[in-house]
């Protein structure tokens, strides 16, 4: 199992967060994620890390298919992929929420399976250098083909939890990226991937793992709650939470679950419950705690 990290804090400086970027790879880190919301613009965030190393892959987890046309979404690949070297870019892709697609971007999010399956179809063509045209219910263009091909091979990766979603992973891209998952729900989630047919192509399983590291151990653990109170705001992740036998107004007790806090030596202890679960890769995503930021929990959860 791999050991990727999430490097995400609108409070930290763009600088900042290259630096940090760049010692998560002396630190032997396999790949650097970074996502997108309504804060940093995530290719020009990868372009600058992309500057700054030379061997840890690059990957967005995930663009919101309603942010950028798929167009521009492999046009962004491309770019990243001619700055970094071959192989080390990643294109995660996700459906991303309803409500920001309706009030930020005026996007109808009506199916966010359709969306991120007309995404891949032609996002897919474009990496291979092939002329796309492609008809479908959110995305559609006509002899769109890139003026400018990746270096090297371009996995697209895809933000799922439910059921349909991961089918989807499996026939149309490389990997997925689970989140918010416990260990024992990882391990049934990974056999059950496995099991589906894909002969023998390439299929990457990776997943978020939230981290919060700090001396006080008790403090780590409510900025995990805090950090997951955040998400169960939204109906689909306390269906998700609930799903797995887990009471999402149990913060505390869902969060010790799904996440990983405590000192330093508990926090890499705790790594221990994830090694079984089948992923290809656990991608670290640090908690910030009090005023530590991010650096703690990249330095305590580095791969030996």
């Not at 995400?8 to 998560?24: F, H, I, K, N, Q």
């Not at 309803?98 to 971007?105: E, G, H, L, T």
């Not at 656990?282 to 990249?298: C, M, S």
Request: glycine letters at 10%; a neutral charge.
């Amino acid at each position: 199992m791999e050991l990727g990290v999430s490097l995400v804090d609108p409070g930290l400086s763009a600088r900042r967060l290259t630096e940090v970027a760049a010692r998560a790879e002396q630190l032997g880190y396999s790949a650097a994620w970074t996502n997108e919301s309504t804060a940093r613009e995530a290719f020009s965030t990868l372009a600058a890390w992309a500057t700054a190393t030379s061997r840890i892959r690059l990957a967005t987890g995930v663009l919101p298919v309603y942010v950028r046309s798929p167009v521009a979404a492999a046009m962004g690949a491309a770019t990243i992929s001619a700055i970094a070297g071959p192989g080390r870019m990643v294109l995660g892709i996700g459906s991303g929420h309803p409500v920001a697609a309706r009030r930020f971007f005026n996007f109808d999010l009506s199916s966010p399976l359709d969306a991120v399956s007309d995404y891949l179809k032609i996002v897919g063509e474009l990496r291979h250098g092939r002329k796309v045209t492609h008809h479908g219910r959110f995305f559609s263009v006509e002899g769109a083909r890139l003026g400018l091909l990746p270096s090297g091979p371009v996995w697209t990766v895809v933000g799922a939890m439910g059921p349909r979603m991961l089918e989807l992973a499996v026939r149309e891209a490389d990997g997925v990226l689970l989140n918010w998952c416990s260990a024992a729900h990882l391990r049934a989630t990974t056999e059950r991937l496995r099991g589906l047919d894909r002969g023998a192509a390439f299929f990457h399983i990776a997943a978020y793992v939230r981290v919060a590291v700090s001396s006080d151990p008790d403090e780590a653990r409510r900025a995990l709650a805090k950090e997951l109170g955040h998400y169960l705001r939204l109906g689909f992740y306390r269906k998700h939470v609930d799903k797995q036998g887990l009471d999402p107004d149990d913060l505390r007790g869902a969060a010790a679950h799904l996440g990983i806090a405590g000192t330093p030596e508990e926090c890499r202890a705790q790594l221990d419950s994830y090694r079984s679960s089948g992923l290809d890769e656990l991608v670290v995503r640090p908690v910030p705690v009090g005023k530590e930021g991010l650096e703690p929990a990249v330095e305590a959860m580095a791969p030996a």
